[in-house]
C-alpha cells in the first residue's frame, strides 16, 4: 500500500528553527510537496521536490532523498504566524498526489 | 496567477436538502479538477478527479450518486451533495490544474458544509 508518515504534532519557540520529517512509500514517484494549512483554510503551496538535495526558498527549505523514502522541511527564524498544519503530500506514478496527515505545529513565545 | 475560487464559503443546510459548490479556475483553463473533502484535524481525502468534458473518477468508497461532480467547461467544476445528511458534514476543497501533469495543483479557499 502507499503510506506517508509525519509527527503529528510539534511544539517550536519563537525564533528558533524546526525541522519536520517526512517518510513515503509509493507506488512509483513524481514529486515530492510541502503545504502549510492553516485552520479553517485550504493548503498553501511550500515546496515540490523531485531531485535529491536542498531546495531554499526564504526561511522555509525542503530537503529529499528518493533513496531513503524521506523529506523534511526545515522552518528557520520561526515566527508566531507558522503556527499551521504542514501537509508532506507525494505524487506517485499516475501523478495522483497522496497525502499524508498532516503535522501540527505550535509555536510559543 | 493561478487562482482558483470556490462558492459558497460557508453553507448550512437541513438533512436532506441538496447542496452546489462551485469552482472556478479564475486566470487558466483547468484541464483536470480535483474535489477533496476534509474532516477535522484530518488529512485531505480525494474524492473524484475530474477532467473537462468527462465523467469524474470517483475515488474508493465515495459515492458517485450522492456526490455529484460536473465539469463543464475549462473554468468551471461543480460538485453537488445530494440529500444531505449530517455526516456529510466537512470541509470541501478544490484544486485544480493547467495541465495534465497533476504536480501543479492549485487549491481552492474551501467551502465549509453544516448540514444540520
Known amino acids: 500500500g502507499q503510506n506517508i508518515d509525519q509527527p503529528t504534532e510539534m511544539t517550536a519557540t519563537e525564533g528558533a528553527i524546526v525541522q519536520i520529517n517526512c517518510t513515503y512509500q509509493t507506488s512509483g514517484f513524481n514529486g515530492l510537496f510541502w503545504y502549510q494549512q492553516h485552520a479553517g483554510e485550504a493548503p498553501t503551496f511550500l515546496s515540490y521536490?523531485?531531485l535529491d538535495g536542498l531546495e531554499e526558498k526564504g526561511r522555509f527549505s525542503s530537503f529529499l532523498s528518493r533513496s531513503k523514502g524521506y523529506s523534511y522541511l526545515l522552518l528557520k527564524e520561526l515566527q508566531m504566524k507558522d503556527s499551521a498544519s504542514y501537509l508532506c503530500?507525494?505524487?506517485?506514478?499516475?501523478?495522483?498526489?497522496?497525502w499524508g496527515a498532516g503535522t501540527k505545529l505550535i509555536i510559543k513565545p | 496567477g493561478a487562482v482558483v475560487s470556490q462558492h459558497p464559503s460557508r453553507v448550512i443546510c437541513k438533512s436532506g436538502t441538496s447542496v452546489k459548490i462551485e469552482c472556478r479556475s479564475l486566470d487558466f483553463q483547468a484541464t483536470t479538477m480535483f474535489w477533496y473533502r476534509q474532516f477535522p484535524k484530518q488529512s485531505l481525502m480525494l474524492m473524484a478527479t475530474s477532467n473537462e468534458g468527462s465523467k469524474a473518477t470517483y475515488e474508493q468508497g465515495v459515492e458517485k450518486d450522492k456526490f455529484l461532480i460536473n465539469h463543464a467547461s475549462l473554468t468551471l467544476s461543480t460538485l453537488t451533495v445530494t440529500s444531505a445528511h449530517p455526516e456529510d458534514s466537512s470541509f470541501y476543497i478544490c484544486?485544480?490544474?493547467?495541465?495534465?501533469?497533476?504536480?501543479?495543483?492549485?487549491f481552492g479557499p474551501g467551502t465549509r458544509l453544516t448540514v444540520l
Open positions: 503530500a507525494v505524487s506517485d506514478s499516475n501523478y495522483q498526489l497522496i
Open positions: 521536490n523531485v
Open positions: 484544486s485544480a490544474t493547467p495541465g495534465r501533469d497533476y504536480n501543479e495543483q492549485f
